[in-house]
């Protein structure tokens, strides 16, 4: 297939005058230069090297011959070949070069196949001829692997463009141009899928073309191009493996149960010696290793190849794979680096440790954002069948399933925690499983406010202050007291949760808490500090990039109000917008939570005078308080709420969505002194636009002039009349 990119890229290169492609077979290296020679407007002269050419008079010979296909070389260079005895370094290569520099002409010279180059004397021929290509002109060299030349020197001066494996690597777009050339036209999604399994080497698309044409498959499966398949091991192996010293294939073999590699872990892993310079001769040799650090200390395999050596290993040394697996996990373990013993313990059927790994490492990689990892984990944990005899896993997968919505699921895992038989020891320091149960069931409030906060208040009795599931039932106790009615109390014990959250680094649980206090002050009526608060946690959502986490709708609710009564429209609106989309993947796992987090939303939006969008959020809110009783005050705000709503609906205008941007603007300036004309003037609109905005503010908000419409819109919190709201609001509006 036609490499246009790569093409026009050597095509434009004159500022070098090396060019290295090095890469494993099937990645198209000749392929490349053929097309590159073709189309190229300098003369292209060309040898393949076998090798023959490691005599060095027969390779300046070779190069002569080549040259003198598109430029002038003179028959004295000739004579001196072809004379018997001739020394290369005497007579053949000066000649050579001279001819080369007496010609301004530009040219491309390419050695094919170059690796194949080993006497010392050809190598200085080319290093020689290297140093002698003119400006403009090239001396491309290709091979599987990088000829043994000063490449070093040549990278430190500048001199040498390298194009290897992952610049030769195909994109999607040149993935789906071979496939369909092949004959087979994949969706995108396969395509994409492709791509990333083979890693964009050409002849793994190929094979895998030739696969999905067999007879007998069904167009509409999935397609999995595995190390197991006929071509894909009958090719790796013809062209890599073949040849190889038993003992380096023996490494390959059974260093393929790693993901990554590094030489003490290999020599942990193997039992050996010296893995380190073995992993460099094998990068070296371009054997689809792919250096994971620029220090060369650690490595992967390409995937195919990977997959080859494994299915190898199976038919070969099955039996060692479990006690391979066991070693890795040892060594991870020891280097403190537990997530990585996870995959090798759990191909050993080390179901224990995959248990204790999982329980003390899952909440603070969940804190870090990535709870999609943890999700992933449990879905494999090798021990699903039996969960009751892991309740330390089956809370931790409660907890999970419950702060991503999936309540059937929490529940599930919560029964087989507390079906279990729950007296070991736990990673956390805590004696038994017992108080982690109690933490996920007082979150999960099957039985109402007052069994939950017994539920906190029994785990803290037993939970280590350490332990990362402390700060979760400190929040937890807070939110009870809050259900119960004790405010002040509940505001004491969710700050001890956001400090207890911020020391142990569990900014997720840190942001509910915040979240928590922040409606907590709002319904208190103290909105300066709600302010304060909801900014805090807000910044906390995004500096921890946990703006996809459910469990951060409430903070970017409280923040959304927050931001209405700061004039931060744009802000509030986008927070607004955030809040509400993950409102939807929140279900209700945790009922009071979810309970809050739609009636902040509901308030919101009462606050922009939108009914409708304040009357969905709170049916949700019902909704769900109708299928969870004993909420504590929760179902007396959904009431008041209501009511809330049905009386503003009497005194104002809800027959759109709310008040626009354009009087969200104009608010703020409705409390200055200026006219509509200066207002106006400000906004770079109309006086009468204005008056048209305000009239439909008045209306909206149920009040007949300005006056009336700034008073209604502080007791909503749309203005803060006690701010220096004539300067502040002004500046916030038109900033």
């Avoid at 001819?99 to 390419?110: C, G, H, K, M, Q």
Wanted: charged residues 25%; negative net charge.
């Amino acid at each position: 297939m036609s490499r246009v990119a790569l093409v026009n890229r050597l095509r434009t290169t004159t500022n070098v005058p090396v060019v290295l492609v090095a890469a494993p077979a099937g990645y198209g290296k000749t392929t490349l230069l053929a097309q590159w020679a073709g189309r190229d407007e300098r003369g292209a002269a060309w040898v393949t090297i076998d090798d023959r050419d490691n005599d060095p008079l027969v390779l300046v010979r070779h190069i002569a011959v080549a040259l003198g296909g598109v430029r002038p070389v003179p028959p004295v260079l000739h004579e001196a070949l072809a004379m018997p005895g001739a020394s290369v370094w005497s007579r053949a290569l000066p000649r050579l070069v001279s001819a080369i520099e007496a010609d301004p002409s530009a040219f491309v010279l390419v050695l094919d196949c170059a690796d194949r180059l080993h006497d010392r004397e050809a190598l200085e021929a080319v290093d020689t001829l290297a140093g002698h290509i003119p400006a403009g002109s090239i001396l491309a060299l290709a091979g599987r692997t990088v000829p043994a030349l000063p490449i070093g020197r040549m990278r430190a001066s500048g001199r040498v463009l390298e194009l290897e494996a992952d610049a030769l690597a195909l994109s999607r777009r040149e993935a789906t141009l071979l496939l369909r050339g092949a004959g087979v036209d994949p969706g995108d999604d396969e395509v994409r899928h492709l791509v990333e399994q083979t890693e964009g080497w050409p002849a793994g698309l190929a094979l895998a073309a030739r696969c999905m044409q067999r007879a007998g498959r069904r167009p509409e499966e999935p397609f999995e191009l595995a190390g197991d398949d006929r071509y894909v091991a009958d090719y790796v192996r013809a062209e890599h493996l073949t040849g190889l010293e038993p003992e380096t294939l023996s490494f390959l073999r059974r260093s393929s149960v790693l993901d990554r590699m590094s030489g003490p872990l290999c020599d942990a892993v193997l039992r050996t010696s010296g893995s380190g310079r073995r992993l460099r001769a094998i990068d070296r040799s371009s054997l689809f290793v792919v250096p994971l650090d620029a220090s060369g200390k650690w490595y992967r395999y390409h995937h195919i190849f990977r997959d080859v050596l494994r299915r190898e290993l199976e038919d070969t040394e099955a039996e060692r794979i479990p006690e391979l697996n066991e070693r890795a996990a040892d060594w991870f373990e020891a280097h403190g680096d537990m997530e990585s013993a996870l995959d090798p313990a759990a191909a050993a059927g080390d179901v224990a440790r995959v248990a204790r790994i999982l329980a003390s490492i899952a909440l603070g990689v969940m804190s870090g954002g990535r709870a999609g990892s943890v999700e992933d984990w449990l879905d494999g944990f090798p021990g699903r069948d039996g969960l009751e005899r892991y309740p330390g896993v089956a809370s931790l997968g409660a907890w999970v399933h419950a702060v991503g919505g999936r309540s059937e699921e929490a529940h599930r895992w919560l029964r087989a925690a507390e079906a279990g038989t729950p007296d070991t020891a736990m990673p956390d320091g805590s004696s038994s499983a017992r108080p982690w149960t109690a933490v996920v069931r007082a979150a999960l409030c099957s039985h109402g406010a007052e069994r939950m906060l017994a539920d906190t208040e029994s785990a803290l009795a037993d939970l280590p202050t350490d332990s990362p599931w402390y700060p979760i039932a400190l929040l937890l106790r807070g939110a009870a007291l809050a259900l119960l009615g004790e405010m002040e109390e509940a505001d004491v014990v969710l700050a001890d949760a956001a400090r207890a959250a911020a020391w142990a680094g569990a900014a997720d649980v840190r942001i509910i808490a915040l979240g928590e206090q922040a409606m907590l002050a709002a319904a208190c009526g103290d909105h300066g500090r709600a302010e304060e608060l909801a900014e805090e946690g807000r910044g906390l959502v995004y500096e921890e990039r946990l703006d996809t986490y459910a469990t951060s709708a409430a903070e970017l609710a409280a923040s959304a109000r927050a931001g209405l009564r700061r004039c931060l429209w744009d802000r509030a609106r986008a927070d607004l917008g955030a809040a509400e989309q993950l409102t939807a993947d929140l279900g209700d796992a945790l009922p009071w939570f979810a309970v809050q987090t739609r009636m902040e939303l509901a308030r919101a939006h009462l606050t922009l005078r939108d009914a409708e969008g304040a009357g969905r959020h709170l049916d949700e809110a019902m909704e769900i308080l109708g299928r969870h009783a004993g909420l504590g005050l929760l179902e007396g705000q959904a009431r008041a709420l209501r009511d809330e709503i049905a009386a503003t609906r009497e005194v104002g205008d809800f027959t759109g969505s709310g008040l626009t941007a354009a009087e969200l603007r104009l608010l703020p300036l409705l409390a200055t002194h200026l006219s509509f004309r200066e207002i106006g003037e400000r906004l770079f609109v109309s006086r009468n636009t204005i008056k048209t905005q305000a009239i439909s503010v008045y209306r909206k908000l149920g009040v007949s002039n300005r006056s009336a419409a700034i008073e209604r819109a502080a007791e909503i919190g749309l203005v803060d009349v006690s701010a220096p709201s004539a300067a502040g609001g002004l500046a916030a509006a038109t900033a």
